[in-house]
């Protein structure tokens, strides 16, 4: 599973539970990027993006 994340929600908010998210789901294969960059996420074919701002 290839995922996008900013990075200031991903250090604060995803990367504390990803051991036991991890460990929890052993066969998954994931791919996480914690990045504020703009990104094609079709093209390089994400499965899960998660942005914010105003649209």
């Known amino acids: ?3 996008a994340i900013p990075a200031s929600f991903g250090g604060h908010c ?5 051991l036991d998210w ?3 789901y ?6 996480l990027r914690f990045s504020d960059t703009d990104h ?3 093209a390089e ?3 899960l ?5 105003s649209v």
């Open 1 to 3: 599973m290839k995922v």
């Open 14 to 18: 995803v990367a504390p539970l990803l």
């Open 22 to 24: 991890a460990e929890k």
């Open 26 to 31: 052993q066969n998954l294969n994931l791919d």
């Open 40 to 42: 094609n996420f079709v």
């Open 45 to 47: 074919r994400y499965d």
């Open 49 to 53: 993006t998660i942005r914010r701002g």
